[in-house]
């Protein structure tokens, strides 16, 4: 238990669904983050939020859409996805933005796109 | 951007003591060395982190030589459980950004 909640831990969507990805965290951290794995590839940074204000965005597709609505809260919104976005989709959160300061992870949602 | 240079995989015994070198050829002056491990379907997890010198924790050694170009982390005595994926990272200016990492086998 890392402190960092996602759900749904698994995830099975068509190409036409629209579904959200969920993170919790109560740690009082101010920085939380979207991750994407695909198998057997290094983990790509898609959205960065620091103090509920998206401040980096990492040439992602439209057809994810972050929220942060609260410094607790922070969603992934899919919509219209392909089969190649079938991935594990991690977040994490830090004290900072910056970081030197430990980050935390959540456990993951495994999505797959059929 | 900076980024870090890594062996892609390592083989070891249970019993032995494991090190991992990483190259910072592009450190910052103010970055930090930091060191993650990753178990198979989980988020990473932090494992130890340093500016130069020595630092030590319950579970690992950090060695960074005087010009911080390298880093080594040393898993003393890794059991099964150490087999993972572990990423070195130069910290400090931005979020947090993974290269593609050692994956580390254990073996009985």
């Known amino acids: 238990e890392t402190g960092v909640t996602q759900t749904p831990r698994h995830l099975v969507m068509g190409m036409t669904n629209k579904k959200s990805l969920k993170c919790e965290q109560h740690?009082?951290?101010?920085?939380m983050y979207w991750y994407k794995q695909s198998a057997k590839k290094p983990l790509e940074l898609m959205f960065v939020y620091s103090l509920e204000e998206r401040v980096e965005n990492n040439s992602v597709p439209s057809r994810f859409s972050p929220e942060c609505p609260n410094s607790s809260h922070l969603f992934l919104h899919l919509h219209t996805l392909q089969p190649e976005d079938s991935a594990l989709y991690l977040c994490a959160s830090s004290q900072d933005r910056m970081g030197n300061t430990e980050a935390f992870f959540g456990q993951g949602t495994r999505l797959t796109v059929v | 951007l900076a980024k870090t240079t890594q062996p892609i995989s390592m083989d070891s015994y249970e019993g032995q003591e494991v090190n991992i070198t990483c190259s910072h050829n592009?450190?910052?002056?103010?970055?930090?060395i930091t060191w993650y491990q990753q178990f198979p379907s989980q988020g990473p997890r932090f494992i130890i982190q340093?500016?130069?010198t020595k630092v030590t924790n319950e579970v690992a050694s950090l060695f960074i030589p005087a010009d911080r170009k390298s880093s080594t982390l040393s898993l003393p005595r890794v059991s099964l459980s150490d087999t993972a994926v572990y990423y070195c990272l130069d910290t400090g200016r931005r979020a947090l950004t993974f290269g593609s990492g050692t994956r580390l086998q254990v073996q009985p």
């Open positions: 592009n450190i910052a002056t103010n970055d930090y």
């Open positions: 740690l009082g951290h101010n920085a």
């Open positions: 340093g500016y130069k």
